[in-house]
């Protein structure tokens, strides 16, 4: 013990003085305060004439308040509103905002509070611009509700409130109740289950038709759901909390589309499965007639129909059942995808639509009669974003066409495709936020070792102004950071290539071997290895190189940008071929003559957590030491939409499960290793670190445990993130070199 601290004190003093002219980068200088701070640039909505946007901002004297700006100058054009005028005082802030459509309301946000990764309860005033009178859109203390939006005309607000929909009329003052059924835990109206929010990133359940005269909305019926637990620590009697959550191959929400017509107050039933194993993933009204379109889903999620609903036929008729016509259709042997870039054109002809069917996912042009018209964009590339169309229906989106970057392009319905309107990729990662027609872009850009650049494009995509440079940030960096992330690629024996980074510390001695750290993730649908600013994690990985560590990330088969078959090759046996391809290329690596290849380490949060587990066991030879942060354990855990995306249900597909849960491998783990999780994570749950932590008791296999006390699947809050990364440094310091 005591040579160890001699080690362990060694290397801290060393750490301690400046290598070289770079300065010592700490935990505490990442974690905590501004220090590397990214200047950012929260644009608010674009207003109705695509010619000016808004800016919140805060100051002593107004409190919270909104400028609105010109897009083509870039001054403002005066205040908007504020704390003060709002509220009478300047204390009470406000954390989001939107216009009525004819921008003379603001719908303000305060008091939020967060129910899952993305939702959240607030308290909501409505704001008239024109007499300066604000309204609580519900009275008295209990006015916490959820997803308040405007009608299109402005004359209504509908909102979601103990799991029912009401509509407050700001001309009649009063409110209309549409549902009456909600139930905490049983029925969910306007608002979405915790699994469809998770894995569909769908949480408002209700969409106003374009006219103000009627509501679409989902039903979600929760009741046979099996319910989660967890227990909040913190006063004298531990909270127990529990929710819905459709483990795999358990029972889903009941889920069913239906119409509330307000002229009639009656209810149109739009569509209900024929069971749970039905999915409506996404809806959405046509934006000058009558039909509602509905994703249709089976539970395999290889299956997919858009179907359009005649609902003023309906009503015409007293009916409430409208007729249906099938828009869309799409099948897979896999599985299918599902994003928000399906777009309707302008002067009814027909609509846009992404998919993957001929091996990238690229821009199809079908007919109002959902007849293939002509595919748009094709290649070995994806099509990743689709922002929006201009009024002459060209299509504006961003492509992944390096693999590890993404531009800004256009192509009009003939297929003539221009990179960012004319001008050449020069790399990095490119992110667009448009005005209402198109007219002009705020574009976010950056490199893997330089922080974010926003400038602000004309319609035929000249630079107009930059925005923020992070010019001071920069040069803090520069200070700190000698270590540069090199791209570059593995051929693996198996015949496949895949992208990786690399960052090696500052003036390697000759002939010296140096230990490895994999930083990893490696799961469907996000990849590491993107030449883009990770921010803070960079310079995490900047401070292992000063500690003499190689930093290494590897985006094995299943991830994205590389085409259909390459990111469905998982499919069935999800972590079989990721493991396999992280432990080759740990072989590889140990050839190279400046890695230590019996010091190859590994550190994964979440997806990367379970593949740090198991390469921690099945690649046992391989891997030295490793860090697993929220993994998944055993798959069976999880939820019903992502595992069976991937790897169908357990009760067809057992060997998929067993044979790539890292709790079945425990008894080979043979190296130092880190588990670690927050004990409320609604996510990945606590039990995945308790079945985990139980098997390698039972295999009498020692490791160190860490739980983070009420924290989620992020694993933050005060000084939560200083203290976890400080105990993953001092654990590679320990058991990494």
Same mark, same amino acid.
């Given at each position: 013990?005591?040579?160890?601290?001699?080690?362990?004190?060694?290397?801290?003093?060393?750490?301690?003085?400046?290598v070289?002219?770079?300065?010592?980068?700490?935990?505490?200088?990442?974690?905590?305060?501004?220090?590397?701070?990214?200047?950012?640039?929260?644009?608010?909505?674009?207003? +109705?004439?695509?010619?000016?946007?808004?800016?919140?901002?805060?100051?002593?004297?107004?409190?919270?308040?909104?400028?609105?700006?010109?897009?083509?100058?870039?001054?403002?054009? @005066?205040?908007?509103?504020?704390?003060?005028?709002?509220?009478?005082?300047?204390?009470?802030?406000?954390?989001?905002?939107?216009?009525?459509?004819?921008?003379?309301?603001?719908l303000?946000?305060?008091?939020?509070?967060?129910?899952?990764?993305?939702?959240?309860?607030? !308290?909501?005033?409505?704001?008239?611009?024109?007499?300066?009178?604000?309204?609580?859109?519900?009275?008295?203390?209990?006015?916490?509700?959820?997803?308040?939006?405007?009608?299109p005309?402005?004359?209504?607000?509908?909102?979601?409130?103990?799991?029912?929909?009401?509509?407050?009329?700001?001309?009649?003052?009063?409110?209309?109740?549409?549902?009456?059924d909600?139930?905490? +835990?049983?029925?969910?109206?306007?608002?979405?289950?915790?699994?469809?929010?998770?894995?569909?990133?769908?949480?408002?359940?209700?969409?106003?038709?374009?006219?103000?005269?009627?509501?679409?909305?989902?039903?979600?019926?929760?009741?046979?759901?099996?319910?989660?637990?967890?227990?909040?620590?913190?006063?004298?009697?531990?909270?127990?909390?529990?929710?819905?959550?459709?483990?795999?191959?358990?029972?889903?929400?009941?889920?069913?589309?239906?119409?509330?017509?307000?002229?009639?107050?009656?209810?149109? +039933?739009?569509?209900? @499965?024929?069971?749970?194993?039905?999915?409506?993933?996404?809806?959405?009204?046509?934006?000058?007639?009558?039909?509602?379109?509905?994703?249709?889903?089976?539970?395999?999620?290889?299956?997919?129909?858009?179907?359009?609903?005649?609902?003023?036929?309906?009503?015409?008729k007293?009916?409430?059942?409208?007729?249906?016509?099938? =828009?869309?259709?799409?099948?897979?042997?896999?599985?299918?995808?599902?994003?928000?870039?399906?777009?309707?054109?302008?002067?009814?002809?027909?609509?846009?639509?992404?998919?993957?069917?001929?091996?990238?996912?690229?821009?199809?042009?079908?007919?109002?009669?959902?007849?293939?018209?002509?595919?748009?964009?094709?290649?070995?590339?994806e099509?990743?974003?689709?922002?929006?169309?201009?009024?002459?229906?060209?299509?504006?989106?961003?492509?992944?066409?390096?693999?590890?970057?993404?531009?800004?392009?256009?192509?009009?319905?003939?297929?003539?495709?221009e990179?960012?309107?004319?001008?050449?990729? /020069?790399?990095?990662? $490119?992110?667009?936020?448009?005005?209402?027609?198109?007219?002009?872009?705020?574009?976010?850009?950056?490199?893997?070792?330089?922080?974010? !650049?926003?400038?602000?494009?004309?319609?035929?995509?000249?630079?107009?102004?930059? =925005?923020?440079?992070?010019?001071?940030?920069?040069?803090?960096?520069?200070?700190?950071?000698?270590?540069?992330?090199?791209?570059? !690629?593995?051929?693996?024996?198996?015949?496949?290539?895949?992208?990786?980074?690399?960052?090696?510390?500052?003036?390697?001695?000759?002939?010296?071997?140096?230990?490895?750290?994999?930083?990893?993730?490696? @799961?469907?649908?996000?990849?590491?290895?993107m030449?883009?600013?990770?921010?803070?994690?960079?310079?995490?990985?900047?401070m292992?190189?000063?500690?003499?560590?190689?930093?290494?990330?590897?985006?094995?088969?299943?991830?994205? $940008?590389r085409?259909?078959?390459?990111?469905?090759?998982?499919?069935?046996?999800?972590?079989?071929?990721?493991?396999?391809?992280?432990?080759?290329?740990?072989?590889?690596?140990?050839?190279?003559?400046?890695?230590?290849?019996?010091?190859?380490? #590994?550190?994964?949060?979440?997806?990367?957590?379970?593949?740090?587990?198991?390469? #921690?066991?099945?690649?046992?030879?391989?891997?030295?030491?490793?860090?697993?942060?929220?993994?998944?354990?055993?798959?069976?855990? $999880?939820?019903?939409?992502?595992?069976?995306?991937?790897?169908?249900t357990?009760?067809?597909?057992?060997?998929?499960?067993?044979?790539?849960?890292?709790?079945?491998?425990?008894?080979?783990?043979?190296?130092p290793?880190?588990?670690?999780h927050?004990?409320?994570?609604?996510?990945?749950?606590?039990?995945?670190? #308790? /079945?985990?932590?139980?098997?390698?008791i039972?295999?009498?296999?020692?490791?160190d445990f860490?739980?983070y006390?009420?924290?989620?699947?992020?694993?933050?809050?005060?000084?939560?993130?200083?203290?976890?990364?400080?105990k993953?440094?001092?654990?590679?310091?320990?058991?990494?070199?």
């Open positions: 013990m005591n040579m160890r601290y001699l080690i362990l004190t060694t290397l801290i003093l060393i750490q301690s003085v400046w070289m002219g770079q300065k010592k980068l700490t935990n505490e200088l990442i974690w905590t305060g501004n220090t590397f701070a990214s200047e950012r640039f929260e644009q608010g909505p674009s207003m +109705n004439d695509g010619l000016h946007y808004t800016l919140q901002k805060s100051s002593k004297k107004l409190g919270d308040y909104i400028v609105k700006y010109s897009y083509a100058t870039g001054d403002s054009v @005066g205040l908007i509103a504020s704390s003060m005028s709002i509220f009478r005082n300047a204390e009470t802030g406000f954390g989001g905002y939107s216009f009525s459509a004819d921008e003379k309301k603001i303000i946000e305060t008091k939020e509070e967060a129910l899952y990764r993305y939702s959240y309860y607030a !308290t909501y005033f409505i704001h008239d611009l024109n007499t300066g009178k604000t309204q609580a859109l519900i009275a008295g203390e209990k006015n916490k509700t959820r997803l308040a939006s405007f009608s005309d402005g004359t209504k607000v509908a909102y979601v409130y103990d799991n029912n929909i009401f509509i407050y009329d700001l001309n009649r003052n009063e409110t209309t109740a549409v549902t009456q909600g139930q905490w +835990n049983s029925v969910i109206n306007g608002a979405t289950d915790w699994v469809y929010e998770e894995e569909f990133a769908l949480v408002q359940g209700y969409h106003w038709r374009p006219n103000s005269l009627a509501i679409a909305y989902l039903k979600f019926n929760e009741t046979e759901v099996p319910e989660y637990g967890m227990d909040l620590y913190g006063q004298l009697y531990p909270e127990r909390v529990t929710f819905k959550y459709p483990k795999a191959g358990e029972k889903n929400s009941q889920v069913s589309a239906h119409v509330f017509d307000l002229s009639t107050r009656s209810t149109v +039933n739009v569509f209900s @499965g024929k069971d749970a194993d039905t999915y409506i993933p996404r809806f959405k009204w046509h934006p000058s007639d009558y039909r509602l379109f509905v994703y249709q889903m089976n539970r395999l999620q290889n299956d997919l129909n858009i179907v359009g609903y005649n609902i003023q036929n309906a009503l015409s007293g009916s409430n059942i409208p007729t249906a016509e099938v =828009l869309y259709k799409e099948s897979s042997k896999t599985y299918i995808d599902i994003n928000d870039n399906f777009y309707f054109l302008q002067n009814q002809e027909g609509f846009i639509i992404t998919s993957e069917q001929d091996g990238f996912q690229h821009l199809y042009h079908y007919d109002n009669t959902g007849k293939l018209k002509k595919q748009i964009t094709q290649g070995a590339w099509v990743v974003d689709v922002y929006g169309l201009d009024e002459k229906n060209n299509v504006y989106y961003s492509a992944s066409e390096n693999t590890i970057g993404k531009s800004i392009q256009r192509v009009n319905l003939k297929g003539k495709t990179t960012w309107m004319g001008k050449k990729y /020069d790399g990095g990662t $490119y992110d667009a936020s448009f005005s209402k027609g198109m007219k002009y872009c705020i574009i976010t850009h950056s490199n893997a070792n330089q922080p974010s !650049t926003i400038t602000l494009h004309n319609e035929t995509g000249s630079l107009l102004r930059t =925005l923020v440079a992070n010019e001071k940030l920069k040069s803090t960096m520069a200070d700190y950071c000698s270590s540069k992330k090199e791209f570059m !690629t593995f051929t693996l024996p198996q015949g496949h290539t895949l992208n990786a980074w690399m960052m090696k510390p500052q003036n390697m001695e000759k002939d010296k071997k140096y230990p490895v750290v994999f930083v990893i993730y490696g @799961g469907p649908g996000r990849n590491t290895v030449d883009m600013y990770e921010g803070r994690n960079y310079l995490w990985h900047q292992l190189t000063q500690q003499g560590y190689i930093v290494v990330s590897v985006d094995p088969r299943g991830t994205q $940008y085409g259909r078959d390459f990111k469905h090759s998982t499919y069935m046996q999800l972590g079989k071929n990721e493991t396999e391809d992280f432990i080759e290329v740990a072989k590889l690596m140990s050839q190279m003559p400046f890695v230590d290849g019996s010091r190859i380490n #590994m550190q994964g949060w979440s997806f990367g957590g379970y593949m740090t587990s198991l390469c #921690m066991t099945k690649g046992a030879e391989v891997f030295h030491a490793g860090i697993a942060v929220a993994p998944v354990t055993n798959w069976k855990y $999880y939820d019903s939409i992502y595992t069976e995306r991937f790897l169908r357990p009760q067809e597909n057992k060997s998929g499960y067993e044979d790539n849960s890292p709790v079945n491998y425990a008894k080979m783990l043979n190296g290793f880190l588990l670690v927050g004990s409320a994570d609604d996510n990945v749950h606590y039990q995945n670190a #308790m /079945d985990f932590a139980e098997a390698l039972q295999a009498n296999k020692p490791f860490f739980s006390p009420n924290k989620n699947h992020g694993i933050a809050g005060g000084k939560t993130r200083l203290h976890l990364f400080e993953m440094t001092q654990f590679l310091l320990e058991n990494g070199h």
